[in-house]
Nanobody, 126 residues
Framework: EVQLTESGGGSVQAGGSLRLSCTAS????????LGWFRQVPGKEREGISF????????YYADSVKGRFTISRDSAKNMLYLQMDNLKPEDTAMYYC???????????????????WGQGTQVTVSK
């Protein structure tokens, strides 16, 4: 079992920025490919950004490409999601998770475990 904890969410106006953080207890994030997901009430959780295990490859959903940046600090055992030029449609609960290859998923990755953290809420107002 891998337990991740998200933080850094908040309320911002459109055009603003936030940086989400994700850390793990009892495991090294370097051991996994990693991803950020988001979910709004009544909709399925969607994967929006992924980082390969090597850290050399990144993947983004079209909805966030050019605005969001995923990164990892191995020394701190942290995963980040820098979110710039936020839009009201980015409002959601955000989660991080270890991911694996999934040819059926839109970006080719899906969560490895069905075990999600509490998430961090991002709210973007007009």
């Amino acid at each position: 079992e891998v337990q991740l904890t998200e933080s850094g969410g908040g309320s911002v106006q459109a055009g603003g920025s936030l940086r989400l953080s994700c850390t793990a207890s009892r495991t090294q994030l370097d051991d996994f490919a990693l991803g950020w997901f988001r979910q709004v009430p009544g909709k399925e959780r969607e994967g929006i950004s992924f980082l390969s295990r090597s850290g050399r490859n990144t993947y983004y959903a079209d909805s966030v490409k050019g605005r969001f940046t995923i990164s990892r600090d191995s020394a701190k055992n942290m995963l980040y999601l820098q979110m710039d030029n936020l839009k009201p449609e980015d409002t959601a609960m955000y989660y991080c998770a270890p991911v694996g290859s999934d040819p059926n998923a839109e970006l080719g990755f899906s969560a490895l475990f069905n075990d999600w953290g509490q998430g961090t809420q991002v709210t973007v107002s007009k």
